[in-house]
Antibody, heavy 122, light 108 residues
Framework: EVQLVQSGAEVKKPGESLTISCEGSGYIFTKYWITWVRQMPGKGLEWMGRIDPSDSYINYSPSFQGHVTISADKSISTAYLQWSSLKASDTAMYYC???????????????WGQGTLVTVSS | DIQMTQSPSSLSASVGDRVAITCRASQTISTNLNWYQQKPGKAPKLLIYAASTLQSGVPSRFSGSGSGTDFTLTISSLQPEDFATYYCQQCYSTPPYTFGQGTKLEIK
């Protein structure tokens, strides 16, 4: 079974650093990009960025560039999302998902991780 | 960037009803359009890709149609488990991958 398992919920203070993880299993990790999506409380889905685990090539959404760092360790089939200095506005659920390419230009996110809730509060 | 607009933002319906949710792209995206379902407290789940292809395991009461800028997700006969929020997503001009704002389907 193809699945992505994310690290557990985190409660942090403003200014602290944080890394959350997303481990893939059931498929060849280096063959598919991993993407990250933010969902703020009661809001919709926002694409943050994607990484090719085979060479760690990354694309960021302009909205998140400079605010987060995406990385991956292909030796342990794990992708990461990192903050160096959290803000209260980073409070959200964060999802990773596998970027699947079908025929032609078609692509989609499947499966998704279960989500990691990050709460930033003083 | 391509903007995606869904309508309505929320919808009340009854079990057995036929419902349609629309998604409009700010420019043509051919059929590079995906639909996701998200239930409360759960991760989104892929329903339809390439505008009209049902993901494996998705009930046939779900269908997708459209091309260019206008798309529709139709549920032919609502079941209790279908009450959720639905998102469209364009995958034509990427990155970035843009989602619609979501349509919350509630029980009447």
């Amino acid at each position: 079974e193809v699945q992505l398992v994310q690290s557990g919920a985190e409660v942090k203070k403003p200014g602290e650093s944080l890394t959350i993880s997303c481990e893939g299993s059931g498929y060849i990790f280096t063959k598919y990009w991993i993407t990250w999506v933010r969902q703020m409380p009661g809001k919709g889905l926002e694409w943050m960025g994607r990484i090719d685990p085979s060479d760690s090539y990354i694309n960021y959404s302009p909205s998140f560039q400079g605010h987060v760092t995406i990385s991956a360790d292909k030796s342990i089939s794990t992708a990461y999302l990192q903050w160096s200095s959290l803000k209260a506005s980073d409070t959200a659920m964060y999802y990773c998902a596998r970027l699947f390419y079908g025929s032609g230009t078609y692509n989609w996110f499947d499966p998704w991780g279960q989500g990691t809730l990050v709460t930033v509060s003083s | 960037d391509i903007q995606m607009t869904q309508s309505p933002s929320s919808l009340s319906a009854s079990v057995g009803d036929r419902v349609a949710i629309t998604c409009r792209a700010s420019q043509t995206i051919s059929t590079n359009l995906n639909w996701y379902q998200q239930k409360p407290g759960k991760a989104p789940k892929l329903l339809i890709y390439a505008a009209s292809t049902l993901q494996s395991g998705v009930p046939s009461r779900f269908s997708g149609s459209g091309s260019g800028t206008d798309f529709t997700l139709t549920i032919s006969s609502l079941q209790p488990e279908d009450f959720a929020t639905y998102y469209c997503q364009q995958c034509y001009s990427t990155p970035p991958y843009t989602f619609g704002q979501g349509t919350k389907l509630e029980i009447k």
